[in-house]
């Protein structure tokens, strides 16, 4: 039974986000003295991150659109600007946090700050909470990485390529989860009740084709998540993940006078595998939204709505398409090259008169060890979008920009 209770606080931790696959991982620093049952570590890292971009809007560090070059918008952001370029660095993805763990309670949780709050330079809570481990299954409860993020792209950039930049990221949340021992696999299992998942069904600034965006007027039930996530031996190097999920928002829609506090049920799913076959890495992504266009993550106010709605109060929902592939090589351990394709569609017909919007990234990094606590990252990224005319969020039907990042990562 011991041995038993181990394992699944172990496959527990791993699905329930006390070390998720993908983000940025941490070296223990060491005990922290307190009182009680109760031990508490200290882990962190300081994130130096310094970006140059061409023709893309926002700041560096937070966005994956390029700049259209015409709109009829007076923004500074939307005017003609070829060879625009602009650069940035900052230190606020820098964090700081404890771990906790009470095993005669069968209880451990978290606690992890940044420097993003109050505009930039004071901490703010990314991580908050307490998961109580029991005989086969695990409860947690507080502010974790929602179920849905899988971190299914290689960028090192703070935001991920569009179509996989989910806004949601991190939520208030009940979740259970369950691991099951397959012999030369596990199945990891895990369903939550997530807040503020109305935040993926999106509005704009614009209508389209006589066509107003919808806002969420109100939530009535929580978003609904699950996931399954397939670790499994293929004899080739690490074990294969093979990944699953899906998610269902119920929210209250207002446009005009003829549709207020309308019901929607926006849902999504996607899936993924990531191959380790000696020095190679193989990966593939694909998401799904009907009505939930925040998932794909669009920054610079070029999102399009989830919902549109016409004068009669007809509704037409969006549809987002995204998929990408990756390939990392480690020839030698302190060095790791990487490169990777993303691609996003937005389909509504009636709206945008049978054209889709699509965005495509093209990214390829290369990672230094550099000591044993300490990494240089070097990223390129070219993003291309076309036909966004037909959102009337601008008049630009072909605009693509350039990213270049460098950073450093000290772990303790």
């Not at 602009?86 to 606020?92: G, M, R, S, V």
């Not at 269902?248 to 207002?254: A, E, L, N, R, S």
């Not at 549109?308 to 987002?320: L, Q, W």
Request: glycine share 10%.
């Amino acid at each position: 039974m011991k041995k038993r209770l181990i394992s699944l606080v172990a496959a527990a931790a791993l699905v329930g986000g006390v070390a998720v696959a993908g983000a940025p991982q941490v070296a223990k620093a060491g005990t922290v003295t307190v009182k009680g049952d109760t031990q508490a570590t200290l882990y962190g890292f300081v994130w130096a991150n310094y970006g140059w971009i061409n023709q893309m809007g926002g700041d560096p560090d937070s966005s994956n659109m390029p700049l259209p070059d015409a709109t009829s918008s007076s923004s500074k952001l939307y005017q003609s600007t070829y060879d625009e370029t602009k650069a940035y660095a900052n230190i606020l993805t820098t964090r700081l946090g404890f771990t906790f763990k009470n095993e005669d309670a069968n209880l451990n949780g978290r606690l992890e700050m940044d420097f993003w709050g109050g505009g930039g330079g004071s901490l703010r809570v990314r991580r908050a909470y307490v998961q109580h481990n029991f005989d086969n299954f695990y409860l947690l409860i507080g502010q974790e990485w929602i179920l849905e993020e899988m971190f299914s792209s290689i960028s090192a950039g703070f935001t991920a390529p569009a179509g996989f930049d989910e806004v949601i990221l991190r939520v208030p949340q009940i979740r259970v989860g369950t691991n099951l021992d397959l012999g030369s696999a596990s199945l990891d299992l895990a369903l939550a009740l997530e807040y503020e998942g109305a935040r993926a069904v999106r509005s704009c600034s614009t209508g389209v084709n006589g066509y107003t965006p919808a806002d969420v007027d109100r939530v009535t039930f929580t978003t609904v998540a699950a996931r399954a996530v397939l670790h499994l031996d293929t004899g080739f190097g690490a074990p294969a993940r093979l990944y699953a999920w899906g998610s269902v928002i119920p929210v209250y829609m207002t446009a005009n006078d003829n549709y207020v506090d309308e019901s929607e049920t926006s849902y999504a799913f996607g899936a993924g595998v990531k191959v380790p076959i000696s020095m190679f890495t193989i990966g593939g992504n694909f998401q799904y939204s009907d009505g939930a266009t925040g998932y794909a993550g669009v920054t610079d106010g070029l999102q399009p709505a989830s919902y549109y709605v016409n004068a009669n109060g007809d509704s037409e929902d969006t549809e987002m398409y995204a998929w990408n592939v990756n390939l990392t090589v480690t020839p030698m351990s302190c060095i790791t090259v990487g490169a990777e394709y993303d691609y996003v569609e937005f389909k509504n017909d009636n709206v945008f008169d049978g054209t889709k919007p699509d965005v495509k990234t093209f990214v390829g990094n290369i990672n230094i060890k550099t000591t044993k606590y300490t990494k240089l990252t070097l990223e390129w990224r070219h993003v291309k979008a076309e036909d966004f005319d037909a959102t009337g969020l601008t008049y630009d039907d072909d605009f693509s920009g350039d990213q270049v990042y460098a950073r450093y990562l000290y772990t303790f």
